[in-house]
């Protein structure tokens, strides 16, 4: 994303202690020609695609081979309702893609379809006030993972635009919309990435603080520490930290989970399931299957080579563990980071595990093992 908002003209400083200092560009990219590669990020992918989309230009966007195996068809439908001129370049429905000049005499009221990913309509929602037109989105079908909308409308708002929003159906951005930036914006840790640790305290039995996410944090995920808490954690909530212990008398229990919720943080899930001796469901997983892998088929088939018994559904998955887990498995990671990251969690169980390709947590947490290492010596 970086290396795509650098080649549209945008100045981006690196400070100390991890810290960007962004140049806003007034609501237009200063480059408006540019061969961008965004890999197989979908964060980055949807929302620039509909940022330049709105705005106009001549782009060309194209990432990864396993990203042009992943939908964007409902996105390019609704930005073409909107005027926008995006072309597919290769089969349609999916990257890669050409942008030209948006038309202005595009409809204001848009359908979008929600059941795929929720990142179509945080692409749309945020790229729309920069028209300084009046929008009115309306959902067609379901809308999954609701609470990474509120992370979009949250953080839309810090930066001045406030949008309606009608019992997640219909969404309205007001004419005249423009993004103030804050002087200063607080970046709260990765509640995703923070599923690993928080589980690593529940598999182990011994306490693991997360900091950087609390009990007021905006994120969703952090819900994934509610749900470890019905299957047997102890969790205490502070406002810039999360903690989970189990005592070691205490088993940990089976689950039967609509995950919708918490998409990203229940494959973590997957593995704690191996933990409680009997079998678990993961239901409404659907976006699994257009994620970095398929996400759905790669989990199934790494946990067979556990031992587990593994049924997939076509939106749900049901893992029943082995008496004892086979040990030194080595477990393929499909370029996706969250396999690696969840995988490395099998090795708290008492069985040494191989991670293929461990390098693909770069793409979201570069340092994932260092720290998993520290956290294990420590315990």
């Not at 930005?79 to 072309?87: S, T």
């Not at 309306?138 to 929003?165: C, H, W």
């Amino acid at each position: 994303m970086l290396e795509a908002l650098d080649k549209l003209g945008v100045g981006i400083e690196h400070l100390a202690e991890g810290r960007l200092k962004v140049h806003g560009t007034g609501g237009r990219f200063p480059n408006r020609t540019a061969d961008l590669f965004l890999g197989n990020a979908g964060t980055a992918f949807r929302p620039l695609t509909a940022a330049l989309a709105v705005l106009g230009g001549d782009y060309h966007l194209h990432g990864v081979p396993r990203m042009h195996e992943r939908p964007i068809g409902d996105l390019v439908d609704a930005l073409r309702i909107a005027g926008a001129d995006v072309e597919y370049l290769g089969n349609e429905h999916y990257p890669p893609l050409h942008i030209s000049e948006r038309q202005d005499n595009g409809e204001r009221l848009i359908p979008i379809k929600g059941n795929v990913s929720s990142q179509f309509l945080t692409a749309l929602l945020m790229a729309l006030p920069l028209t300084g037109q009046a929008f009115e989105i309306r959902m067609v079908g379901e809308l999954i993972s609701k609470p990474y909308i509120d992370i979009t409308l949250k953080l839309m708002a810090q930066f001045g635009v406030q949008v309606a929003n009608e019992n997640y159906r219909v969404f309205k951005i007001p004419a005249d919309a423009h993004y103030h930036a804050p002087e200063h914006l607080h970046v709260e840790g990765d509640a995703s990435g923070a599923s690993y640790f928080l589980a690593a305290g529940l598999i182990a039995a011994t306490p693991v603080r997360v900091t950087g996410i609390g009990a007021n944090s905006i994120q969703g995920d952090v819900a994934f520490a509610r749900e470890l808490e019905k299957i047997g954690a102890d969790v205490v909530w502070g406002e810039n930290f999360v903690e989970v212990s189990r005592p070691k008398e205490r088993a940990v229990q089976a689950f039967d989970l609509d995950a919708n919720h918490i998409p990203d943080a229940a494959m973590t899930l997957a593995i704690v399931a191996l933990a409680t001796g009997q079998t678990c469901t993961l239901r409404n997983i659907g976006s699994w299957r257009v994620k970095e892998t398929d996400r759905i088929a790669a989990m199934a088939n790494e946990l067979r080579k556990l031992g587990a018994k593994v049924v997939e559904e076509a939106e749900a998955i049901r893992i029943t563990p082995p008496e004892t887990l086979t040990p030194d498995a080595v477990i393929d990671t499909y370029d996706d980071h969250r396999m690696a990251m969840c995988f490395s969690l099998v090795s708290l169980l008492g069985v040494p595990v191989v991670i293929n390709d461990p390098k693909c947590t770069h793409k979201t947490f570069p340092t994932y093992f260092e720290i998993f290492s520290s956290l294990t010596e420590t315990a």
